[in-house]
């Protein structure tokens, strides 16, 4: 007799708690997201429009969609550190308000993305495990961990999410025997793909790089293929992380990041691996599913070339110089991470615990292996009598795995309070390959699993993995992004080590059983726990949820309109309000230009001056190189064009991007900055604001 349930896969069981009614369960975990995302909506709503940065890399991103949709040719007139895609998408987006860039339709869309990614994470966590747990847990810490988007309303990596969670999500709807159904899931990945590498280039080739791994892992086997991915892929990983850290590799964050990623991946590469290989499952059943998956790579690639192509076309058709397409989409982010950066700070502590989580996870993991197959063949061996031998301390064993995918799964739920500590997610990059360690050990039961569960997991955890380089250089608010995948796997975890633990209990009731009849209470009860926990998961986020909405309601309602041209939904408090106002009437009713540091591009659209070109960045300082300065000087110099000059400062503002742990070069010496220090003097002090005149005009 084998102790493993005839119906287990390496992966956790995707079978619902109630065979009988699935459905039910279903419709109750869809009817609970949906209750979520209505919550999460009005706390997303109030939180977006209380919200004013003043480094303003809202009114940047606006500024650059605004000349585009003007038809200003990308990267020849209008600078922008981004994507065609993302220009591409704006174009379609605001087409229905005739293309008019406002404060309140970049929120919108914001929260339009949001709200989407946390619905999908929700809504693919349960295509993974079937558990309500694991889809609200998902739901709840995507709301949460997404918070900063309002930091950056507009910003293209609201669009980054909407694909990163679209692609993961399309990844559980692989079915065997469904050709067409998965030739189109493999095409729409693969553009998902091309889109993020034409919207944040790093972005689409971390996806890549996954998706890759992901299909040596599952082509056709041989002896000789498995040992040539045995090394390589480690290689790679290890080469790839290595060779986009190197200008900075000298510094104890980037250090920690990187074997963060490393420890990992390879982990995830070599636990896939070695689940895939050890399958006992009989080569022809699996060929038909890797035959389908080689297949697959046709699609994709087609697809990843028409999300790069599609967006490329479109700016060349509307002005785009040919010669302009590296140095806009490639050069300028070559050597940008010598230039700038934003350190994760004290993630020294977060970094440590998770590597020595993952390598004594991984020693733990392979130790038990071990035991469970001499203890499965013990259990197996024939017996005199004939009757079954008792079940031993396999279940236990088990349990021991449950608890530590719980341990893991559980200390996410503090982002349910927006606990801000996202750094915790960095910890868990190096043991995301637990969503891949197989459920009681037992071999694939079957090909189905191979594409309903086994591509999707390795296909995210390697995605997740890789993609916490999204917060090198900058790990601001990218911290938070590149938190996304690993806190939609922390609820896998979650809903695993439930269903683990429940399993692994269940067993050990069944061995106390004294007769072969109907199933003793205990294993009712046993049974029961994954739905009482689905319940209670709900009731912790609808209460967390409401809380959160009306604390967030009260800011709301103590804060005044900010009364700006297109920004009538933005509430602030009123001493902002103020200054913001007074601000922009000096500007309208004193300037003709305005020159600005850092660029705080939103007081364009509120003053209704134009900029004098299509730099406009908010980090100009750095960005822009010397001769683009030396043009934007001579222009504001020359009275035909620069008129009545002002300048703008913003010193807290100016110290986001010259923190001196920030950049690497004396940015003062550059022309802008020069021009602006030289030729102007304090005229007037708003706030934080201060407000510059021409020295020659100072009599």
Known sequence: MNVVPESSSPLPSTAPASPRSPWIATLLTLSGLVLFSILAGFWSYYKQVTIWQAWDDEGYVMITVSRFLQGKPLYTDVFSQYGPAYYLFQWLALAPVSHRVTHDAVRIETLCFWGYAALVAGLTAFRLTRSPVAAFAAHLQTTAILHQLTF???????????????????????????????????????????????????????????????LLLLSPATRLWNGITAIAGPALLVGFVAFLVRSNASLEWVQSLAVCVIVGAVGAFGVARFVWVRSHVPETALAGERFSVT??????????????????????????????????????????????????????NWVRSGVITGLVSFLFVGGLFVATERQRSRVDAPTTNGTPPAPGTLPLLILLLAALRLHLGVQGLP????????????????????????????????????????????LLVLTGTIEGLWAYPVAGTQLNMASFLPGLLSAVLLADGISEAAGALTRLAAARRKTSGNASPRENLVTGIPALLGVLTFIFGVNNLWEMVSTQKAAYTRSVPLNLPGSRLIRLQPERVAVLQAVTRYLRDNSDSVVMLPGMNSFYFWSGREPLNGSNTTSWMYLLPVERQQELVALYRNPARGGRVVGLYNASALNVWLAPDHHKQDETQKPLFRYLTSDFVAMQKIGDYVLLVPRNSVR
Not at 159 to 188: D, E, I, M
Not at 328 to 342: A, L, N, R, Y
Not at 417 to 436: D, G, H, K, M, N
Request: hydrophobic residues 55%.
């Open 152 to 214: 950056e309303p507009g910003h293209p990596q609201g669009l980054c999410l909407f694909l990163l969670s679209s692609a993961a999500l399309a990844a559980t709807f692989f079915k065997p025997g469904s050709a067409r159904r998965n030739v189109t899931l493999a095409f729409g990945i693969g553009l998902c793909i091309g889109l993020l590498i034409v919207v944040k280039v790093n972005l689409g080739i971390y996806f890549g790089f996954a998706a890759v791994l992901t």
């Open 295 to 348: 297949w697959m790579i046709a699609p994709a690639v087609i697809g990843a070339l028409i999300g790069v192509t599609v967006p490329v076309l479109f700016i060349l058709l509307r002005g785009t110089a040919p010669a302009d397409l590296w140095p806009g989409m490639i050069g300028q982010h070559v050597g940008f991470d010598s230039k700038f950066m934003i350190p994760i700070g004290d993630s020294t």
């Open 415 to 458: 982002q349910l309070a927006i606990a801000t500590e996202e750094r915790y997610f960095l910890s868990l990059l190096p043991v995301l390959w637990l969503v891949l360690v197989p459920r009681y050990f037992a071999p694939l039961p079957d090909s189905n699993a191979v594409l309903t569960q086994f591509l999707p997991r390795v």
